[in-house]
C-alpha cells in the first residue's frame, strides 16, 4: 500500500495474523515462566496448582486485552507519527498506566482466586508496589518490542514504494527512449524511399514492402520489452536490404550469426541500432563505401553482438549518434551494470561497436 503525505499507523497494514501470534506467544511464554517459578516457592507457601494456573491465565488474558489498547490507543492518536520529543512522555504515560491496570488485576486474582495471604498482607504497599515494578518493566520490554517491529515494518513498506517509484520511472524513461528511437529509424527509411521513387519505381515499390515489414515489426516491438534474436535479426536483414537499395555497390555485408542464439531474448532494435550506428556513422562517410560484418555469439552467459564496420572511429570525436546513446540507456535500464554497449577501432580502418547482455532464453526469466 503506498504512503501518502497523511501516512500514519492506520496506512500500514495491521499485520493481524503475525501481531496476535506474538501476543499469544509472548504470554503464554510470560505465564509458562509464572507457573515454572512456583517450584522455587517454600512448599508452606504454595498454592493449589489449579487455581494458581487460573490466576496466572487470567492475568495473562488481562495483558492481553491491556497491552491490546494501548497499541489501539497509539495509532488512534497517531503516536507513531509524533516526533520523539512529542511521543516519549505519552508513551511513557501509557506504559505507567498500564501496569498498574495489570496490578490491579494480578491483585484482584491473587485476592479472588488464589487466597494465599490475608487481604490485610496483600494490600500492604510493597505488595502493591512490586508487581507494579514488574509490570513497568514488563509493558517496556514490549513497547520497546512493538516500536521496534513496527519501526522495520515502516521502513521495509518505504523501501518497496521508493522501489516501485523507481520502477514506474524507470518505465517512463524506457518509453521516451523508445520514442525517440522508432521516428529516428523511421526517418532514416523515408529519406532512402523518398530518393529511390524518382530513381526506380519498381524498386521503390519493392522497398515499400520490405519497409511494410520493419513497420510491422517497430510497432509490435514497441509493446514488449524483448523479442528474439531470430525476429531481431530478421528484421535486421530487411532494414539492410533497403538500405543496399540506397548504397548499390558500395556496401557489403557479411553474417555470422550462431543457430543456438535464435531463442535468446534480446532487447528490440537493439541489433538494428548498432547496425545503424555502423552504416551512419561508417560506410557514408567513405566515398567508396565498406563493408559490415555482423557476428552474434554467447561467451561465458553473455550474448554479444559485434558490428564491425569500414571506417576510422577518429573521424568523429564520438562516433555515435543519439540511436547508440538511446540503446546504452535502455540497457542500463533492463540490465544495469549486466550489459554495455562499447565502440571502438579494430584495425586500420576498422571499427566494432559490441553489445553485450545477460543470456535470457525465451520463457525464462532474467
Not at 494501548?70 to 511521543?87: F, V
Not at 515494518?153 to 517512463?172: F, H, M, N, S
Not at 523508445?178 to 529511390?196: D, G, T, V, Y
Request: glycine share 8%; proline share 5%; with cysteine.
Amino acid at each position: 500500500m503506498p504512503i501518502t503525505d497523511q501516512s500514519s499507523a492506520e496506512n500500514i497494514p495491521p499485520m493481524n495474523k503475525a501481531y496476535w501470534a506474538c501476543q499469544v506467544t509472548g504470554w503464554s511464554a510470560f505465564m509458562l515462566f509464572q507457573v515454572l517459578g512456583l517450584n522455587f516457592a517454600k512448599p508452606a507457601e504454595r498454592p493449589p496448582m489449579i487455581r494458581y494456573v487460573t490466576a496466572v491465565a487470567l492475568l495473562c488474558l488481562g495483558g492481553i486485552v491491556v497491552t491490546h489498547f494501548i497499541r489501539l490507543h497509539m495509532r488512534r492518536r497517531r503516536w507513531m507519527e509524533m516526533p520523539l520529543r512529542q511521543a516519549w512522555p505519552r508513551l511513557a504515560g501509557s506504559v505507567v498506566t498500564g501496569a498498574a491496570m495489570l496490578a490491579g488485576i494480578n491483585l484482584m486474582v491473587a485476592g479472588l482466586i488464589v487466597h494465599t495471604h490475608p487481604a490485610r498482607e496483600i494490600l500492604r504497599p510493597q505488595n502493591l508496589i512490586l508487581p507494579w515494578v514488574n509490570f513497568f518493566f514488563l509493558l517496556t520490554f514490549w513497547m520497546a518490542l512493538y516500536l521496534a517491529i513496527h519501526g522495520f515494518r515502516r521502513r521495509r513498506l518505504a523501501e518497496v514504494q521508493t522501489l516501485l517509484l523507481e520502477l514506474v520511472a524507470q518505465e517512463a524513461q524506457l518509453r521516451g527512449l523508445r520514442a525517440q528511437l522508432n521516428p529516428h529509424f523511421l526517418f532514416n527509411c523515408l529519406n532512402s524511399l523518398r530518393e529511390l521513387i524518382v530513381e526506380d519505381p519498381g524498386r521503390a515499390q519493392t522497398m515499400v514492402t520490405q519497409l511494410s515489414g520493419l513497420l510491422r515489426y517497430s510497432l509490435q516491438s514497441g509493446q514488449t520489452e524483448q523479442v528474439s534474436m531470430q525476429e531481431e535479426a530478421q528484421a535486421v536483414k530487411d532494414y539492410l536490404a533497403l538500405e543496399a537499395i540506397r548504397f548499390e555497390e558500395r556496401l557489403q555485408v557479411r553474417w555470422d550469426i550462431d543457430s543456438e542464439v535464435n531463442n535468446i531474448q534480446v532487447p528490440p532494435m537493439l541489433l538494428q541500432t548498432l547496425v545503424e550506428n555502423a552504416l551512419k556513422h561508417g560506410i557514408a562517410r567513405l566515398p567508396q563505401g565498406g563493408e559490415i560484418s555482423i557476428q552474434v555469439r554467447v561467451r561465458d552467459s553473455q550474448l554479444e553482438l559485434e558490428v564491425v564496420n569500414s571506417g576510422d572511429l577518429a573521424e568523429q570525436p564520438t562516433g555515435e549518434g543519439i540511436g547508440l546513446r538511446n540503446a546504452r540507456a535502455r540497457l542500463q535500464l533492463l540490465y544495469g551494470d549486466r550489459a554495455k554497449i562499447t565502440l571502438e577501432p579494430a584495425g586500420p580502418g576498422k571499427v566494432r561497436a559490441l553489445g553485450t547482455i545477460p543470456v535470457t532464453r525465451a520463457g525464462a526469466g532474467q
